[in-house]
């Protein structure tokens, strides 16, 4: 018993001393969110990871020249919340002139790609006559399409276009759209 006590009290020491020479010699390797995600994009061709850095460009670094670039490559890769998040990007004009017919271009893309928040985005461009020319009833449509689709935005703004041209022209609106 007390060899088998000894064995293993060595045996603790042993494994004891070994993961002290282990943890010296191991490097600690800090991957930061923008280095993970410029991997995926860039090496793995993750269009998802683009989108990612993309947005951590936008609101964290205010970084609206590498938001653009990542976000391009993610739209080009056929990633429709990237093309949408693009097309505010010239919606707005930020990193970028603003540009409301390519703000057009791109959210059509990101709905037309199944992309529902885009389907609402563009129903903002036609509602305003931004990018566009000035259609209520096609708002309505994408405002419909976005509200189907569980975005709550394309529901309230469905709601408030809805109630305005109604009131205006209930002959054309309110028949044609049911609540």
Known sequence: MKLLYTMLTVLMVVVFNSSIVLAETVETTVVTPHEEFRVKCEDKKDMDACVELGVIYISIDQ??????????????????????????????????????????????????GGELAGCGALGDMHAEGNGTKQNSNKALELYKKACDGNIER?????????EKECSTDPKKFCSKYKK
């Not at 394309?154 to 809805?162: E, I, N, P, Q, V």
């Open 63 to 112: 970084d609206y020249s590498n938001a653009l670039k990542y976000l391009e490559k993610a739209c080009d890769g056929k990633n429709m919340l990237g093309c949408g998040i693009l097309g505010h990007l010239y919606q707005e004009g930020m990193g970028v002139k603003q540009d409301y017919k390519k703000a057009v271009k791109l959210f059509k893309r990101s709905c037309d």
């Open 154 to 162: 394309g529901c309230s703004s469905f709601k408030t276009l809805y």
